[in-house]
């Protein structure tokens, strides 16, 4: 079995790696960077209107024969850990009759994410993983469902030509599927000739809320000392963290204001669990807006937009209850127009429960004008240094080699056999 990490061995985002036998190639994830070659924040607006070739050019599409819709497909499959932009975002390139395999959740995600944000995905070839493994030519591949921010995301199992590697994808130990976690500790896959392991955290310091469970206990707080609105600002596709604050607002009989883009994930993930918060659940509220809901009407149906109407709330509500409203919000230029509209909200909380690379400071200074105030309430989506070696230490690889890190360096001081690789490297487990 032949590994190379095309990209992902000293960098967060943009993963990609290919595992090939004699007769099978495949690659695991193709993610859109979150940082150009000088470690600045990636601008898609970089893709518009450049050919592949021109983005291979320039880096930014990977040199990867087979792969992309300009040319013959000499790629079996593509396995999709889960559904953020930096294991996913370059889809839109590859050729269509390669298939993509993903699971339910993280399919229904990047639908969503299509329909109401500029990422948009044309039509993929993609296969819905529902079985304990499954073949791509001589390529077997066991998903296995791990807790992570990301809904629904997996890490994978494969083995070829006599020889095992565990792909870790994104995970940690502290969320609401913390079991998840736990079972592979418990019941690890056995005899693992490769792990490759993500080191996210790396560098990243302390978490000061250790899990959901901490964060909904600060929400809680928050609301029951509240004296006018409080916002949460958090991902629209963390499921652990909607329901973290929806339990929040239970426990102090808070209103959960959503908007329709919410309340639309929440909606479609019912095909996956049965146990996630509902637009139609006590104590939530839907906050319309105009784009939103055109796009509702437009691209699925009015009927369903007709249905988030019968719990729709408007501005005048909002101002009569706001001691008890935690409203989802985020940093965009709708939030400054709700500011103005609910009049007198000095000293109203903003729970920042984002990672703190996204805050900007013209933000930090526009709230500070209007004398918001800003909380940081937030536990990551990956596992801690802790939480890293009880995995490795479990799994017990032949050789670990560090993805999905910037931290790379510091593996060989935290962990067994560990293997540094260069993007590009081919690498063959023996």
Known sequence: ????????????GGSCVEISTKKTRILIDFGMSLVN?????????????????ELKKSNILLNIKGLYNNGEKAIDGILISHAHMDHYG???????????????????LIKISSIFTPNKLSKINSKIINKKYFNIGDIKVTPYLVDHSAFD??????????????????????????????QILENPPKDIDCLLMEGSMLGRGDQ??????????????????????????????????????????????SIFVIDIYIAYILDRLRKVSKHIPQFNWRNIR???????????????????????NTKKIDIEELKRKKSRILMLSRDN?????????????????????????????????????????????????????????????????????????FEAERYPGLFQNVKLLKDGEVFLIS
């Open 286 to 308: 839907i906050k319309f807006y105009k784009d939103q809901a055109d796009t509702l009407a437009n691209k699925v149906s009015t009927q369903t937009l007709y249905y988030y």
């Open 90 to 108: 370059f889809l839109n390139y590859v050729h269509k009759d390669i298939p993509i395999y993903m699971s339910k959740g993280a399919d229904e």
């Open 37 to 53: 070659a000088k470690e600045e924040k990636f601008d898609s607006k970089e893709l518009i209107d450049k050919s592949i070739e």
């Open 208 to 253: 000061k809320y250790e899990d959901e469970a901490a964060i909904e206990k600060k929400i809680a707080g928050i609301l029951k000392s509240a004296n006018s609105i409080t916002f949460l600002f958090a991902s629209s596709q963390n499921i652990d963290r909607l329901v973290s604050a929806y339990k929040a607002c239970l426990r102090t009989s």
């Open 153 to 182: 995301a997996l890490a994978f199992l494969i083995e070829a030509s006599g020889k095992r590697l565990f792909y870790s994808g994104d995970f940690r130990g502290h969320g609401r599927k913390r079991t998840l976690f736990n």
């Open 333 to 405: 230029s709708i939030f400054p127009r709700i500011v103005k509209e609910l009049d007198n909200i000095e000293g109203a909380r903003i729970v920042y429960s984002m990672w703190d690379g996204y805050l900007k400071p013209d933000f930090e200074e526009y709230c500070a004008k209007k004398g918001l105030i800003i909380e940081k309430v937030h536990t990551s989506g990956h596992a801690t240094i802790d939480d890293l070696k009880a995995f490795s230490d479990a799994l017990k690889p032949g050789v670990l080699i560090p993805i999905h890190t």
């Open 1 to 12: 079995m032949q590994l190379i990490i095309h990209r992902g061995t000293h960098e967060i």
